[in-house]
Structures are given as C-alpha cells and as structure tokens.
C-alpha cells in the first residue's frame, strides 16, 4: 500500500479531529494524531489486515521549545506483510507546574517499554499506564531532562557537583 492511501485510510477511519495533520517528506508520509487518541490509532495501524504495522521499529520525542504545543513525540512503524513504512506522530504540551503526558503505547507493542522509558527520562515526558517507568541512563535522585532545548549547556549543579561554580553565581 502506497504511503498517501495509508493516509487516506486513516483519514477516512478517524477523520479530522483525530488526523489533525499530514506531511510528505521524501516519498514517505506522516500523520499528527490527537494524543488523547494515539492508543486508538495505534490500535488501528497494527490490527488492520490492509495496514499490519507488527513491528514498532522507533519511538522517540522531539522538543519544539518555544513552540506550543511544545513536545511531539514519534512513532516509526513497519509491517512486515505488506513492506511499508509509516509514521505517526502526536503533540502534547506540559501544563503548568506538570510534566506533559501521553499514554503509553506498551500494550499493543511491548518493544516499546525501552524506547518510552528513555523518552520518559531524557524529555520528562509521562507515559500513562507504561508497566516499568524506571529509569535507563540516569541515576535516580537526578531531576534533570537533558534533552529538552531549555537544558543548559553547561549542565546544571545537580548533574555536575564536581564543576566549580559559574561565574555570576549561576
């Protein structure tokens, strides 16, 4: 199946207050989903017998600061019946005082356990319902999302004890 009618599918399933958007860039499509919806369309993608997207191959987060929404998290599919490729995606924002939340697409591809356990850590994104939110790369008292686009460069005393102070006493 070609990449616009895996769109047009979608489209025609989910309509546009689900498939808020879609894009083509190099030959391969993506779709921006509502993230309250994101289980329902995953659902959809693995289980449809035209569609078979089994194999989750990535799942990774994107920091847009200063944009709102400011996170979008990205979901690479491929099915392996059909060879085809696709990708979907979905912004959430944080609220303030509040990490940003999405559910956990765990239940319907366990591989991605590993793949939302890192986003989880280094973008502070929550996953809903994800059964092991432990972390990956970083000691556990650390606060830190190192890969948001607000982190400092330098790091922060927390995850830097053993620097000197900054000049100006930051």
């Not at 944080?94 to 356990?113: C, F, H, L, R």
Request: one cysteine or more.
């Amino acid at each position: 199946m070609k990449q616009e009618e895996i769109v047009k599918k979608l489209s025609g399933v989910f309509g546009p207050d689900v498939i808020q958007s879609t894009t083509e860039f190099r030959g391969e499509a993506a779709v921006t989903v509502a993230a309250d919806r994101i289980l329902e369309v995953c659902r959809f993608l693995k289980d449809d017998p035209d569609l078979s997207f089994a194999f989750l191959s990535f799942v990774g987060g994107v920091d847009w600061y200063p944009q709102v929404p400011r996170f979008e998290m990205v979901y690479q599919l491929y099915s392996v019946k059909h060879r085809h490729r696709f990708r979907v995606k979905a912004r959430i924002d944080e609220k303030p005082g509040a990490d940003p939340v999405i559910d956990s697409i765990t239940e319907i591809w366990p591989t991605a356990n590993w793949h939302e356990r890192e986003t989880a850590e280094m973008f502070g994104i929550v996953f809903r319902n994800h059964p092991d939110p432990r972390k990956l790369l970083l000691p556990d008292n650390w606060k830190v999302h190192p890969l948001r686009k607000d982190f400092p460069v330098i790091g922060t005393e927390e995850d830097t004890p053993d620097l000197p102070k900054r000049a100006g006493g930051s």
